[in-house]
């Protein structure tokens, strides 16, 4: 081999090295949520236009209305601390506790908002939009680098409903001491409601099921079902995936959703229609109105 | 002929194997005890009214063990361990073990190797949740019902991680991750040992989950026994 062959060789070896780690950089910054592709550099103009007054500069949760100053310098303008990216630590995922979430797990999260938080659900942004911002939210963390998501659970095809599995629910929810926390009525006022705090040392309070429909994490029975089988990892919530079987789960499913009296689901209908069920939610519905006409006197 | 050098490969490995037996059994060590100085913060009793099933356990109410103190100025669950100047070892195959008893975590701190099997057990007649607020590691949460099987985990980064229950407030731990074998925990006079040291130059940390981080330099040459004792300052609050 000649010594020009031999240093053309060379240079395309180097070429061919220098570029590797490019390509590597350029999957990093993307997002893959079924068809639809994020990119990091779209995402960081977003973030830098809608997200970063909460979520801070650096991702790190203290934006400016969390950090107030001036006249508040103790009094942040939210009560919830918005999401530390820093931390890659997620309440919504559908992967199992300790891990990583999915890509479409912060989309969804994106597009749907946190109830009772400051959190707006960002459906005025575009889907690819969404997915851009998700592409530069990962990449405040050195974790999705390092790390893969975590296997997603498997939800089960949901059983029938049936008054045996909602009164089945209804045991393990005393037995799982689901209780202590979100209350014997699950209107978040259990023994221990009070003490709780979530990992950043911030008071949390317990889902409150007696108003509203909506979870912090969707508003479906899978949602429901993926949420006590992930645990909301960074506050008090733990995952019972490896204590209770799928269809106990479901059996759960259907209890919780008798909790939310106000709420029209077949779950309730069918509970309201059996003696035990209809004095229990006769019993836990507020009647009347702020006015006060509608109370019997 | 091949023979022959199967056995003189054997008698090589046995040597070897032998030498390296030596140089672990032997060694130095480095011991000595715990103590503080000024006013510890007083320990608080824990009100377990909430969890009848574990209250009934006390005879006495308990008492929290952030700082645990003994005569003569004693410290307790002080995690001393060499920080700097030994190799990362390979994580022992038999777990560590951390129990959930009466509603307190026995033990109060736990040390064990990076990539060290973890148990959790709960004993008790109440759910717990395990939620150990790892940084570094990996943030889980787990419930663990009544009779239900120990939890198996692994950390492998080390990290001082503070553990808690979130169903009781007042229960906390910490799970102590550290890079190589030699460590230990000061027990309730203080004392400490860290046997089996090769001749070496080391780092001696000792860690307290209030009182913070001390290091002191060590040189152990032969089969010594070197004594380092740590004086922490104190906190009334």
Redesign the interface.
């Known amino acids: 081999m000649s010594a020009h062959k031999i240093a053309k060789s060379l240079l395309l070896t180097a070429a061919v090295l220098l570029t590797l780690p490019l390509l590597a950089v350029a999957q990093q910054g993307e997002s893959h949520m079924g068809k639809l592709t994020g990119h990091s550099d779209a995402g960081k103009q977003l973030y830098f236009r809608f997200c970063w007054g909460c979520h801070g500069f650096r991702g790190d949760g203290s934006g400016e209305n969390w950090l107030a100053t001036g006249n508040y310098p103790t009094q942040p303008y939210l009560n919830i601390q918005p999401r530390n990216f820093d931390?890659a630590?997620f309440k919504c995922r559908s992967t199992p506790?300790?891990?990583l979430p999915l890509d479409e797990d912060l989309y969804n999260s994106v597009g749907r908002g946190f109830v009772m938080s400051n959190m707006p659900p960002w459906i005025s942004l575009t889907k690819q939009q969404r997915a851009d911002l998700v592409a530069f939210i990962k990449s405040f963390s050195p974790r999705f680098k390092s790390?893969k998501p975590g296997d997603p659970i498997t939800v089960p095809a949901e059983p029938k409903l049936s008054v045996e599995s909602i009164k089945h629910g209804q045991e393990l929810f005393q037995?799982?001491?689901c209780w202590?926390?979100h209350g014997p009525e699950g209107r978040g006022d259990g023994?221990?409601a009070s003490?709780?705090?979530d990992?950043n040392d911030q008071p949390i309070r317990p889902y409150n099921f007696a108003v509203g429909s909506r979870f912090k994490c969707g508003a479906t029975n899978q949602d429901l079902y993926k949420i006590f089988m992930t645990?909301l990892?960074?506050?008090?919530?733990?995952?019972?995936?490896?204590?209770i079987k799928p269809e106990e789960a479901w059996d759960l499913v259907h209890f919780l959703r008798t909790l939310q009296v106000t709420h029209k689901s077949p779950e309730l209908a069918l509970w309201e229609s059996t003696k035990e069920g209809a004095e229990q939610i006769a019993s836990r519905r507020v009647s009347g109105t702020p006015t006060g006409s509608g109370i019997k006197q | 002929m091949r023979a022959k050098l199967i056995s003189i490969t054997a008698a090589l490995a046995l040597i070897f194997a032998a030498a390296l037996l030596h140089a672990r059994a032997g060694g130095g060590t480095i011991s000595g005890k715990v103590t503080y100085e000024g006013t510890p913060a007083k320990p608080k009793p824990i009100d377990m009214s909430k969890e009848p099933s574990c209250a009934k356990q006390h005879a006495t109410p308990i008492t929290t063990e952030t700082v645990v103190t003994g005569p003569g100025n004693s410290l307790e669950n002080v995690v001393v361990y060499i920080s700097a100047g030994a190799p990362d070892d390979a994580a022992p195959s038999e777990p560590a073990t951390f129990d959930q008893k009466g509603c307190q975590y026995i033990p109060h701190v736990l040390a064990f190797q990076v990539n060290q099997p973890l148990k959790v057990i709960n004993d008790d007649q109440t759910s717990h949740n395990i939620h150990p607020l790892a940084k570094v590691n990996r943030e889980w949460n787990k419930s663990q019902p009544p009779g239900t099987p120990p939890i198996v985990d692994k950390y492998d980064k080390p990290e001082f991680i503070p553990v808690k229950c979130n169903v009781h407030p007042w229960m906390h731990g910490t799970f102590a991750v550290l890079k190589n074998s030699h460590h230990a925990i000061s027990g309730q006079d203080g004392g400490f040992s860290l046997p089996n040291l090769p001749a070496g130059k080391y780092t001696v940390t000792g860690w307290h989950e209030s009182y913070g981080e001390q290091t002191q330099e060590v040189t152990i040459s032969g089969s010594e026994t070197k004594t380092v004792n740590f004086v922490f300052k104190a906190k009334p609050y």
């Open positions: 931390a630590v506790t300790g891990t790390e037995k799982l001491e202590k926390c023994p221990s003490t709780l705090t990992s645990g990892d960074g506050t008090p919530m733990p995952s019972f995936a490896d204590v």
